[in-house]
């Protein structure tokens, strides 16, 4: 299908800087299309370019900065909408609800490479505060039923102006 055509277009673009197995970096994606929305991927597109990633030594990286934390109704994070599993999340914004604050998720391969490492990748990593304002912010989108909310909002959206 058209995805597999995409993806296929990914591997013409590495191909020629990469060698398989080793030598790409990562493969960078937006759940669902937020700032960067210009082009929206469909569904499958991920899950030909997380392969292609793999193939030529990569990591997979989703930016949730936009979509993450209920924001699609459907879907807790964008990701969960292509069916794929990123190595690497990363989200902000919504986590602190105004205050400023981002966060990293990775498989604990990934952790254990950063943590044996001299790679210092965070600045003011885990103070109390930052900490409080997350959580409040995460029992806030539960306890609220934000994401439910997102869903009928979005589904009343999309029957009035579709």
Known sequence: GINAE?????????????????????????????????LQQTRGFYNKVYEITKEYGGINIMDEVQTG????????????????QPDIITAAKSIGNGFPLAMCATSPEIAEAFANSSLHFNTFCGNALA??????????????????????????FLKRFI
């Open 69 to 84: 934390f209920g924001r699609l109704g459907s879907h807790y994070w964008g990701f969960e909408y292509h069916g794929v």
């Open 6 to 38: 995409y993806g296929e277009q990914y591997r013409d673009h590495v191909r020629p800087i990469c060698p398989p197995g080793g030598g790409l970096a990562a493969f960078i994606g937006e759940g669902i299309g937020g700032m960067g929305a210009a």
């Open 131 to 156: 900490c409080a304002a997350g959580l409040a912010s995460l029992e806030a989108i539960d306890e609220d039923e934000l994401q439910e909310n997102s869903d009928d909002v979005g589904t009343l």
